[in-house]
Every structure is written in C-alpha cells, then in structure tokens.
C-alpha cells in the first residue's frame, strides 16, 4: 500500500459509467490517469452497483477500452451481496431475481439457487422480470408458494422474513392474506 508523507495510505475506489467511460466511450484523461496509477503502484479498484455482469466481464470491458486491468480490480455490488450472505448462512439457497453477475458470485461462495424454501429472497438488476417472478419471489417472501400452497412450519420463525414474524410485525390476520400481496391488474 502506498502511503502519503505522514503515513496516510492512498488508494483510489472508482467508479465507472460517467467517471472512466460514457457507455462506450472513454472520459477524457480516464486512461492516462489508471495508468499514473499503476506506474506509481497506488492500488485501485473499479465498483460498480450494477449486478448484472461478472468481475471478468466488467474487466474485458475495460480492457477494450485500453485499460490494463485484471478481474481483480473489479469490485461489484453482486459479490459484496454475495459475501454479506455467505456471513450470514454459509453454503445457503436463494430464490434469485438477476442475471449472471448474481447468479455467479453466489455460486463462488458456495450458495445455491432455488425455487423452493430459499433461505435468501435476493432480487438484482436485470432485464428478465416479469409479473410471475416477482409474485413467486413475494410469495417466498411471505413464507411459501402460491396462495393454498405449501404452509411453513414454526422451524421457519427464525428467519427475519418468516410468516410469523411477517403476520405479528405487519398485522396480518392470518396466512391467507399472502396471495395479495401482488395483484393481477
């Protein structure tokens, strides 16, 4: 790590779209100044809040717009989202609603993608929703499948989601109100 005169480590967090590049265009300066960066060894790092692609994707992005970068200098809201949940339940099952960024960074920690009884709901950005998935997700949420569907037991309390604590916190009279929770228009 680089440090300043009075020891204070210097590094840089970067964002992308509109700091480094516009779409497809390079921001005047962007590349001279990644590469002031890595000529004078002051460590860096690209993040980004769009969860849809992977570090490796982001990278050959970057790498065709001139940058001389590595998977590891991409930093994504999917893997910090990933690693949260793996803190909190290692090797755990998610109903996911995203695209392969998501999808990726669970699988590398270990977590599997289900459509049924997931521990984690976990909704990212992507380009694929539709009514049906977010009523499943809002069904899982709510503590099962589709109204009249499966009923979870109290083992199932723990979860801050859980039907028990969804009906006491929110006041729900009773399960059979899950089902509207999204309506058909």
Not at 123 to 134: L, S
Not at 141 to 150: M, Q, R, S, T, Y
Request: contains cysteine; glycine residues 14%; proline residues 6%.
């Amino acid at each position: 790590m680089k440090k300043t005169g009075s020891g204070t480590p210097v590094g840089f967090l970067l964002d992308m779209d509109g700091v480094i590049y516009r779409g497809s265009e390079l921001i005047p300066g962007a590349l001279e100044f990644i590469r002031a960066l890595q000529d004078q060894g002051i460590p860096f790092m690209f993040l980004t809040n769009n969860s849809q692609r992977t570090r490796l994707d982001i990278a050959m992005k970057l790498q065709r717009l001139g940058f001389n970068v590595e998977e590891r200098h991409v930093y994504t809201c999917a893997i910090a989202t990933a690693e949260f949940l793996a803190s909190q339940k290692p090797n755990g099952t998610a109903f996911v609603i995203g695209e392969g960024g998501l999808l990726n960074a669970l699988h590398e920690k270990g977590w599997a993608v289900t459509d049924q009884d997931p521990d984690y709901v976990v909704v990212g950005e992507g380009r694929t929703f539709t009514f049906e998935v977010i009523e499943q997700a809002v069904n899982l949420i709510l503590g099962g499948g589709p109204p009249g569907g499966h009923q979870p037991g109290p083992e199932l309390s723990h979860r801050p989601w859980s039907p028990s604590r969804m009906r006491r916190d929110r006041g729900h009279a009773g399960t059979r109100d899950r089902g509207s929770a999204l309506q058909r228009g």
